[in-house]
């Protein structure tokens, strides 16, 4: 990795002398009730923050304005709310209790809006303490680490103290700024704030897990705050030119880029560039990003407007949720009434990636809170909960028991997957709310306890000669719909072969269909092969059994679309299920197959264990024992 050449002034001390003064005496020059805005993240600038909070007694109804800051923030204390007004865009741990208090202040905000406050004169701002590099040979320091709303609160502050320090890295992009609009200078060498790489539990891997296999070669993703989003990136190894377009990084990015991940190839716009607007990380990732020509840092105007982020083919969008009802609302920034974070970039990334070619915009949850007590998907959102994203704008909704897709779903369609996707523990309760609420029909009572997920080591794949790729999954609560169509495109000589008889006035009953759907995954398997779809998956082919517990031998049935058959589909998929009944520890299938159906008898003569079979009339009876 090849840093690039940047020329520090050593003599800037004093050829701007004039400029420099300690922090003490930098923040005498702030007046009460004035408006002062503090650097975002780990580029909070601490000394300063420190002297201006010990002049609290001389600056009563001094409003103190930021995005989200992870350093302290003395200033957010009980003793001193008669002094200092917090008023945040983020609600970060450091501020969170005040603000729940009542003794500070959140504006809910699009992060791509804040910007337009500053330049507008909406909410003027009378100073901004800030942090950078020292000045290079033309005068230009690096905002370094936090460059986002930053530059805007400089641009339209009246007086801007900035913390210099050599500890900053020097990052490029849109992050320089001459020294002589810096009013104050206040050199400092402290430490950065370090914020080290969250830990990630079971749920949080499991989640993660189902995220990356949304996500397709050269993909280009924004990671939102949060555990889920960064525990992503450890399983994303095995993918290709991957792009990066966010609001926020960590130290997790770097192996990532030292394994040729990312690359940036396939960007629309920068290509090559690691996009985004500050960081949260440790010392490590400081050294990584410094000087280093691959990283572009830029202002939240544009790495967060939706117009530019679905200008990027394949963006994907990772955010997550506090609580989402059985219609798809996501509450993000509160628990009940208690405002617990923010708006944040969300709904700017999520609309943006859901615009863009081949984008896809997640919302991921663990499914419970408070140690398992608590179910996350509900069926009304809690009490003064707030709407972050509504149910219009949701596309995909992850868990640690799966993926729903609502996009374009309606409530009922909405409702049985996320319901689906909810803790098991929560599923008939959330079933029997969801009929009262009438989001579900009264029919769907006799559901209850039948609503399972297929275990995902039921997964497989099989690449055809053309290329084309089949993914073979469990069958799906949700996957009515699809089977219905699946059905009702079969050529009534497909029918006839997979029911032996003609279908009466050419109807499918619904509850014939339900059958295959609502299953427990052990005695009855339905699995389906699907031509992948980020709008939902087309079945081109179907593959059940049913165990007859009597005799440990399961009777097993295929059905393949007309336009796949003769591809070796059947042929897949007899020997997966085989794989599948085996682990279940079920001795041998049955199988009844027309004398017409030569196809489904070449199947199954030609299978990989010891095979019988007897004609009678015009069925031949197959049975086939595992060795």
């Known amino acids: 990795m090849?840093?690039?050449?940047?020329?520090?002034?050593?003599?800037?001390?004093?050829?701007?002398?004039a400029q420099i003064q300690t922090a003490e005496e930098a923040v005498r020059r702030i007046r009460p009730g004035q408006r002062v805005f503090v650097g975002t993240g780990c580029a909070e600038p601490l000394t300063l923050v420190r002297a201006l909070t010990a002049r609290a007694a001389q600056l009563p109804d001094t409003e103190i304005v930021h995005l989200l800051t992870f350093g302290e923030a003395p200033y957010a204390h009980r003793e001193l709310a008669r002094y200092f007004r917090v008023n945040s865009f983020f609600i970060a741990e450091n501020v969170r209790n005040i603000i729940q208090e009542g003794?500070?202040?959140?504006?809910p905000i699009h992060l791509s809006d804040i910007p337009r406050l500053f330049h507008s004169g909406q909410l003027p701002l009378d100073a901004a303490l800030i942090q950078v590099t020292p000045p290079d040979e033309n005068g230009m320091c690096s905002l370094g680490i936090s460059v986002d709303i930053v530059k805007s609160a400089i641009e339209n502050a009246s007086l801007v103290i900035a913390q210099v320090n050599p500890n900053m890295p020097w990052t490029h992009g849109d992050?320089?700024?001459?020294?002589?609009?810096?009013?104050?200078?206040?050199?400092?060498?402290?430490?950065?704030?370090?914020?080290?790489?969250?830990?990630?539990?079971?749920?949080?891997?499991?989640?993660?897990?189902?995220?990356?296999?949304?996500?397709?070669?050269?993909?280009?993703?924004?990671?939102?705050?949060?555990?889920?989003?960064?525990?992503?990136?450890?399983?994303?190894?095995?993918?290709?030119?991957?792009?990066?377009?966010?609001?926020?990084?960590?130290?997790?990015?770097?192996?990532?880029?030292?394994?040729?991940?990312?690359?940036?190839?396939?960007?629309?716009?920068?290509?090559?560039?690691?996009?985004?607007s500050f960081c949260l990380g440790t010392r490590k990732l400081y050294d990584y990003i410094d000087r280093n020509p691959i990283f572009s840092f830029q202002p939240t105007e544009y790495v967060n407007?939706?117009?530019?982020?679905?200008?990027?083919?394949?963006?994907?969008?990772?955010?997550?949720?506090?609580?989402?009802?059985?219609?798809?609302?996501?509450?993000?920034?509160s628990l009940g009434s208690k405002f617990f974070s923010g708006v944040g970039g969300q709904?700017?990334?999520?609309?943006?990636?859901?615009?863009?070619?081949?984008?896809?915009?997640?919302?991921?949850?663990p499914s419970t809170a408070k140690n398992g007590t608590v179910s996350r998907i509900v069926t009304r959102l809690s009490p003064g909960a707030g709407v972050v994203t509504t149910r219009a704008g949701v596309n995909y909704v992850v868990t640690e028991y799966g993926v729903a897709y609502l996009h374009g779903k309606s409530v009922s369609e909405r409702a049985l997957a996320l319901i689906s996707i909810a803790h098991p523990k929560f599923r008939a309760q959330l079933l029997r709310e969801a009929i009262e609420a009438k989001y579900l029909s009264a029919e769907m009572a006799d559901k209850e306890g039948k609503i399972i997920i297929g275990p995902k080591e039921l997964r497989t794949t099989m690449l055809l000669s053309d290329g084309t790729l089949i993914n073979f999954r469990p069958i799906h609560p949700t996957d009515v719909p699809r089977m219905r169509e699946h059905f009702y495109s079969l050529s009534q000589q497909s029918i006839y072969f997979r029911f032996m008889q003609a279908v009466k006035d050419g109807i499918i009953p619904r509850r014939q269909i339900e059958d295959f759907v609502y299953i427990d995954h052990r005695n009855d398997v339905c699995i389906v092969g699907v031509l992948p779809d980020p709008a939902g998956d087309q079945i081109i082919a179907i593959g059940s059994y049913y165990l007859n517990p009597k005799t440990n031998r399961a009777e097993v049935a295929f059905t393949v679309h007309d336009d796949w058959q003769r591809r070796g589909i059947g042929t897949f998929l007899l020997k997966h299920l085989m794989r599948i009944a085996r682990r279940n520890g079920i001795s041998g299938f049955t199988a009844e197959v027309l004398v017409e159906n030569k196809a489904m008898q070449a199947v199954f003569n030609k299978a990989e264990c010891k095979v019988s079979s007897r004609l009678v009339g015009n069925v031949y009876h197959y049975e086939l024992e595992f060795t």
Request: with cysteine.
């Open 175 to 276: 992050s320089l700024v001459d020294i002589l609009k810096l009013d104050v200078l206040v050199p400092c060498e402290d430490p950065l704030v370090e914020v080290p790489p969250a830990e990630v539990t079971d749920v949080t891997r499991q989640i993660a897990e189902y995220i990356a296999a949304l996500i397709d070669d050269g993909s280009t993703l924004e990671l939102g705050i949060g555990r889920i989003p960064h525990a992503l990136l450890a399983f994303l190894g095995h993918k290709r030119d991957l792009g990066i377009h966010t609001e926020m990084i960590t130290d997790d990015i770097i192996p990532l880029i030292e394994s040729g991940v990312i690359t940036g190839k396939r960007k629309t716009l920068d290509r090559g560039k690691i996009v985004t």
């Open 103 to 107: 003794l500070g202040d959140y504006t």
């Open 305 to 333: 407007d939706p117009h530019i982020i679905s200008q990027q083919h394949k963006m994907v969008a990772v955010n997550v949720a506090l609580e989402v009802d059985l219609t798809g609302q996501v509450c993000a920034d």
């Open 347 to 365: 709904v700017d990334f999520n609309r943006g990636a859901a615009k863009a070619p081949g984008g896809k915009a997640i919302i991921a949850l």
């Open 2 to 17: 090849s840093k690039s050449p940047i020329k520090f002034d050593p003599n800037w001390k004093e050829k701007y002398a």
